[in-house]
């Protein structure tokens, strides 16, 4: 069994992993006019944590960022973790997506019991929107493999960064004032424990994993057939041992590109093949906009959430991962 907990979550729409899913689930929104403006000279619109000033940039954004999300967790459940034991998995954007970079970003940090965050085995994922998934797979085999009782993931990211938005407006991907069909940028730091039994009540179970690349991409002519997502939805259902029809709601890192969403219907039904009434999705950049490498952590939290409160709509939920520009695709089924 594999377990998966999140003890931290900063977003705009909240400062924990219980009050960010309640925005959600409630579709509160908090996007705001940006210091920033596109190519056209008109401003731009994102979603920021307030708690961070505009005025900090790069990597004293993100490194504020992953602060706040340490200092968020809880003291009590910081007791139950062995801290300095767990290897760290920190989930970053890829290599070729310009922006702050992370190295050593977390050096010094502490939890709230005083104990160091980081241990003496660190591990870098950089594969943007997907990066939450395969640092789960890569937390799987290290539990497998090693004498550890649990493995740290976190992702930090945020869009609202000069490079960034320069990159994506000049690919047309950024919504602006000329183009409707493109994302709008956020931010967030979410922080995530796999075990191999639960450590906390209401912790996730993960009952499939699948990752797969997808050749057509935003970047280039290829048509969408949604074959990378639909292999990686395949896996997962595969390994959980479950039908697409089983599957009680999903939730998707779909950032306002009808591209995206296309892929995500695409792939549903590649994979469906007996009929149920509904299926809901969920997107939690409705809310807070495109929050990068940290899309797929927020996912597992909101999904917990939903389970804990008692408000998810059946048993099992479907969660997706697509990195739109690089190829990257992923899927994981979980359940309470």
Partial sequence: MTAVTCISLVCPVGYTPASAAAAMRASISVFEELPYRDSNGEPLRGARVEAIPLDMHGRDRLQALARLAVEQIDQNVAALLPWGDMPLLLCTREADMPGARMNGILSGATVPNGRPLVGSRTFQVAYGQISAFVAIEQARKVLNERDVEACLIMAIDSLIDARSLSWLDNRMRLKTSKVTDGLIPGEAACILVVSKRPIVDGSLKLRGLGLAVETATASNEEPLRADGLGAALK??????????????????????????????????????????????????????????????????????????????????????????????????????
């Fill in 235 to 336: 896996a997962a259902l595969g390994e959980a041992g479950l039908q697409m029809h089983e599957i009680a709601f999903r939730l998707s890192d779909l950032a306002g590109e009808s591209y995206a969403f296309e892929e995500v219907v695409l792939a549903q039904m590649r994979n469906m093949r007996q009929t149920r009434p509904e299926q809901p999705l969920w997107h939690a950049a409705d809310c807070m906009g495109d929050c990068g490498s940290a899309a797929g952590l927020v996912q597992f939290a909101w999904a917990e959430q939903a389970f804990k409160r008692g408000y998810a709509p059946g048993q099992f939920a479907a969660l997706h991962g697509s990195s739109m520009a690089f190829g990257g695709r992923a899927a994981a089924v979980v359940s309470a």
